[in-house]
């Protein structure tokens, strides 16, 4: 097993350093999720995105009792359950209207959705926030977040974007805010924050260990790196995003986890690790080369889209 390092920060925090974040007694009350706020987008984008709402069944990815993950996501939008002694974690709400479709999946699983102790966000993007108003309703779980993303959770905008209702979410409140190195642990679960910006201002990766016959393998759920509809210029989404995008390549240049996790499912090859899982082979998720691969595509993806960027918009400032 291969560490991830992050500043202070080594695999599942060993130093004093490390602040431990547990779940809320009391947990802010959660504002009623109205019909038009839950309800999925419009067919426009189930047009252009047709697996983020294909649902699949639930699947245990790895791991052995009480440390396992499962997939509670759709063919293209990863959401994860952790369920643990002491109440469960989910990672991701995917698309508004799909909170609902995560608590179903649980239970289809075994488990009870109630028991949702924790949620937690990889970032304030539509497509990975939301539900998680809807699902923070139902189970009134306590939910944690960077404070890179905060305003764009609470507000339910588009990061840079307060006036493009186009590519909003429901407002959900954030209950505690979570730093680079910070500590969630639940049970004999524990799950560490790693800010990796860029895709958004606060885009928080996690990683975790699961045990697998015998053995200790270290998870990486990994945020995202690419442009998307991120402007990288003229003007940018927000302020030093090319910068932040530099300092996360930077940091995961050496990241080897042995297994990579995403919120979107292409990002990590899934639909063929599943076929080997379904075969039988238990470390089918196992593959400490996956992310290297990936992160390095990510930067030359950044690069070629910034260079494209630049020259339209020196283009445009000319005419």
């Known amino acids: 097993m291969r560490t991830i390092k992050n500043g202070l920060i080594v695999g599942i925090c060993g130093l004093a350093a490390c602040a431990m974040v547990e779940p809320a007694e009391n947990p802010a009350p959660v504002a009623p999720v109205t ?21 699949i069944e639930p699947f245990r990815v790895i791991g052995e009792g009480q440390r396992g993950i499962y997939f509670v996501g759709t063919r293209g939008l990863g959401m994860f359950f952790i369920p643990t002694s002491q109440g469960h974690i989910v990672i991701d709400g ?39 108003a809807e699902l923070k309703q139902l189970t009134g779980a ?8 905060r305003s764009a959770l609470e507000g339910g905008f588009y990061l840079g974007s307060e ?19 910070d ?12 800010l990796t910006p860029g895709h958004t201002r606060g885009c928080t990766s996690w990683t975790m260990d699961v045990r697998q016959g015998g053995e200790t393998y270290q998870t990486l ?26 300092k996360t390549f930077a940091i ?15 990002f990590f090859g899934m639909a063929e690790k599943q076929e080997k899982l379904a075969v039988g082979d238990p470390l089918a998720f196992v593959d400490d080369s996956g992310f290297p691969r990936f992160i390095g ?14 020259l339209k918009y020196n283009a445009i400032m000319k005419d």
């Open 35 to 55: 019909a038009s706020s839950a309800e999925a987008p419009d067919l426009e984008f189930q047009k252009l995105y047709q697996t983020w709402f294909e649902n």
């Open 94 to 132: 995917g698309m508004p209207g799909q909170g609902k479709q995560v608590w179903d999946n649980i239970i289809k699983l075994g488990y009870d959705p109630a028991d949702v102790k924790i949620l937690l966000n990889s970032h304030a993007h539509l497509d990975h926030s939301g539900g998680l």
């Open 142 to 149: 306590t939910l944690l977040a960077s404070e890179g993303d």
């Open 163 to 181: 006036d493009d209702a186009s590519m909003g979410a429901p407002p959900v409140k954030v209950d505690k805010i979570i730093a680079d190195g």
């Open 183 to 194: 500590v969630v642990t639940l049970g004999p679960v524990s799950l560490t924050a790693h």
């Open 221 to 246: 759920f990994f945020c995202s790196a690419s442009v998307a509809a991120n402007r990288l210029v003229g003007p940018p989404q927000y302020p030093g995003i090319v910068a932040d995008y530099r």
């Open 252 to 266: 995961t240049r050496d990241w080897k986890p042995d297994i990579f996790l995403s919120n979107h499912p292409e």
């Open 297 to 310: 595509k990510m930067e030359l993806w950044f690069e070629a889209a910034l260079e494209k960027q630049m």
